[in-house]
């Protein structure tokens, strides 16, 4: 079985994933006028924008719901494994992922919003699954994507999460892994329970302190080595268009294998033209669709521009990656060779409140995928709950190259589907976003949507 998933994995990260994300992202720039240059001062602005309505959630929760599930091992081990596997180059990369996937954070967030649909209890729900239902046609699209979703972050990034957390426990504390992976199912089925709402509410305290707290600390460990700063940045270019070699000759890599892993990797980080997080933005009470879309592309910016880059610079300034380590180890020696023993208390925190919020959402973006198979089963969503968090106590155990080999499969199925819901829809994107910006050229400070009038007028 992993034989067949490691070769379709070459397959579809090898061209296909990646030209279909960044072409699809090219052409979103063009045809929106690149608002992630356009908008790039009104996105932080919008994060903070208040609800349109009662019910739901507000633009600054989802956002910060989102960068919970942004915002996670993916920023830690995810860069790591990626130069590890990719070289310095892979950064560079990474970038361009980001780039190039704001303009899709804009498409998911105004279609999350368009097609989303009113639940019982004052929230909405909404998502890829739906819009390829009621935009696309294609349900049978729908349909895949939702089965990939529960699958994927539901249940499989549960593992990755979970193996990362433990192994940073490891290198702290003498503690079996299951009891690590008991603590974390304990504290995150305790939160899911809640819903949305109250998940909503979690990130929004935590998301912003952890944030703050690694840049400082990353921060702090390039300033110890500011003298390799402009050596490092220019290793990243460099090594994106010509085969390098890291840790002393010892390891080659090819613009291939920086490409690959570069894009896979920036895609697990900030989830941009993948579609998962689009079911956290359809939760947002906002007065325009638009408006959420133009946000969205913040938590890009921050996840992988600024999060992702500290990680990078952390890594190749203090030159940790001669140790031959990956993953969690890897950001661990780079930390503590400025730090000391801090490093790895640090790493093992940032990686406990990163995981653990993502855990949160990924249960939810199953949930949500889930109800829309299975409308009205409520105890389906029940018994799933319990199920994705029983995960953590797997992925504790769990070898960490066949965890990423499944979540790499599970990403590309998403973000096939995902994208031709993207490219199927653009006009009806173009259209949202140019009503909104026409609002604002006549002056309407707070532009709003006729949310009675059908979405595909």
Sequence with gaps: MMSFIRAANNIFWGWLIAALLLGTGIYYSIRLGFPQVKHFKRMFKLMMAESGEKGGISSFQSLCTALGGQVGSGNIVGVATAIASGGYGAVFWMWVTAILGMPLMVGEGILAQVFRVKRED??????????????????????????????????????????????????????????????????????????????????????????????????????????????????????????????????????????????????????????????????????????????????????????????????????????????????????????????????LLSLLFFGWTTMLVCVYMGEVNLEWLFPNNKWIIKVFRLVSCSMLIVGSVLTVPTVWELLDFTNALMTFCNTIALLCLVNLVAKTLKDYEEQLKNGVEIPAWDWNKSSLD
């Design 122 to 347: 004052g929230t909405y729900t909404g998502g890829p699954a739906y819009y390829l239902e009621k935009g696309v046609k294609q349900k049978w699209l729908a349909v895949m994507f939702a089965i990939s979703i529960i699958f994927g972050p539901g249940l499989v990034n549960m593992t990755v999460h979970s193996n990362s957390i433990t192994t940073s426990c490891i290198q702290v504390f003498s503690i079996p892994p299951m009891v690590v992976g008991i603590a974390l199912f304990l504290l995150t089925a305790a939160v899911v329970i809640g819903g949305i709402k109250r998940i909503a509410e979690v990130a929004s305290y935590v998301v912003p302190f952890m944030a703050i707290g690694y840049l400082l600390i990353a921060g702090y460990t390039v300033a110890a080595n500011i003298s390799l700063f402009p050596k490092a940045i220019g290793l990243i270019i460099k090594s994106a268009f010509s085969s390098s070699a890291v840790a002393g000759g010892a390891m080659g890599f090819t613009v291939k294998q920086a490409f690959r892993y570069g894009v896979a990797r920036g895609l697990f980080s900030n989830e941009a033209g993948q579609g998962t997080v689009a079911n956290v933005y359809a939760t947002a009470s906002v007065k325009h669709p638009a408006q959420q879309g133009i946000a969205a592309m913040v938590t890009v910016f921050i996840d992988t521009i600024i999060i992702c880059t500290a990680t990078a610079l952390m890594i190749i300034t203090t030159g940790a990656i001669e140790s031959g380590t990956t993953g969690a180890a890897l950001v661990q020696i780079a930390t503590t060779s400025v730090t000391g023993n801090f490093g790895h208390i640090f790493i």
